[in-house]
Nanobody
Framework: QVQPMESGGGSVQAGESLRLSCTVDLYTGSSYCLGWFRQAPGEEREGVAS???????NYAESVKGRFVISQDNTKTTLYLEMNSLKPDDAGMYYC??????????????????WGQGTQVTVSA
């Protein structure tokens, strides 16, 4: 299966916005979760947001109200709209795929397929 591919990272100032994209190649008809994760230097990878095939979303407390995860109608692109960015939001952002059904997709990092990441830098 094709590895997810992220894009859209960059350098912004605090308070600005970025939109990340991730192209995914999903098995037709399968239930799945798509997630965004991030990892800052010296820190463990953490879950940021997830979305199930049926549309239910899940957000880390630190990004609720600021970030929005979505998927396009063709189910081939995953997005993460990041608003009011803070320096603590900086890091490498990864998208990931996990097959199976969950009423709400987890933010734990035991996903099946991972992209190579896109870097987000936020200056104060």
């Amino acid at each position: 299966q094709v590895q997810p591919m992220e894009s859209g990272g960059g350098s912004v100032q605090a308070g600005e916005s970025l939109r990340l994209s991730c192209t995914v190649d999903l098995y037709t008809g399968s239930s799945y979760c798509l997630g965004w994760f991030r990892q800052a230097p010296g820190e463990e990878r953490e879950g940021v947001a997830s979305i199930a095939r049926h549309g239910t979303t899940n957000y880390a407390e630190s990004v609720k109200g600021r970030f929005v995860i979505s998927q396009d109608n063709t189910k081939t692109t995953l997005y993460l709209e990041m608003n009011s960015l803070k320096p603590d939001d900086a890091g490498m952002y990864y998208c990931a795929v996990r097959y199976g059904f969950w009423s709400q997709c987890p933010l734990s990092d035991d996903y099946d397929l991972w992209g190579q990441g896109t870097q987000v830098t936020v200056s104060a």
